[in-house]
């Protein structure tokens, strides 16, 4: 699976993934074996030196740029709704953990529209956001399914993603590099602003609307927090969007000042 891409041509429009748990992390840093476990069963069927696998992740995703890493405990520990099962993987692109079947219901806001007098427009972005898990909320309603399977576990936990693209061309616009640390911080600020928008909006809409179905025995019954969608962010690439939108994509630098797209 790690080599998969060195046949020419294999899997060459799929993003690869390795799963990644903490066991394996210790065993990365203390130079010693892992156990390969069943994944239906988690009976152990053998063991590998962790060091000589990472090493092969590595001259691997230098070579052909994949496998990434997925690190799954760390998911799970965040996981909203652990009543439900473990997430195992994410959705193909790899923006949003999910649990199997689930949907990726995305959705970001164009930074590089948030800028007046040379400063943030924080009102215009938090009026943005509130209307993005709005309108991503009714996309789960209007949705057609291709599945039963699908149709059940999003109506269920009800996930958004929301994140934001042209944060280069924000930066830009702010005079600000995008490797400084004022970068840094205004991405913290952007990020807080968000989640917390977002989870203000989505709580909102549970009042009016109700929570999501499988909020009982979920992370957020546990906090007393109503909220209408088991979760409302996630920083997607935004490939496409960022082209129809004209824009920088997701929260990646720009690579070049101009180039050709064939």
Known sequence: FITAKDQDGFLSNFNLSVGITDEFMRALDEDEV??????????????????????LIVTQAWRTGDPGLVFLD?????????HLGAIESTNPCGEQPLLPWESCNLGSVNLSN????????????????????HFLD????????????????????RKIGLGVMGFADWLLKL???YDSEEGLRLADEVASILEEESHRASGELARARGNFPNYPGSVWEKKGVPMRNATTVTIAPTGTISIIAGCSSGIEPIFAIAF???
Request: charged fraction near 30%.
């Open 175 to 177: 005079g600000v590099p």
């Open 138 to 157: 009714n996309v789960i309603d209007i949705n057609r399914w291709p599945l039963e399977e699908t149709r059940r576990v999003t109506l269920g936990n």
């Open 260 to 262: 050709v797209r064939n």
């Open 34 to 55: 892992y156990f390969l476990r069943n994944p239906r069963s988690g009976a152990v069927t053998g063991s590998l030196h962790a060091r000589d696998v990472f090493n």
């Open 114 to 133: 948030m800028v007046r007098d040379g400063r943030l427009d924080e009102e215009r972005l938090r009026r943005a956001i509130r209307t993005a898990v």
């Open 74 to 82: 760390t998911i799970n520990r965040h996981n909203p709704t652990p």
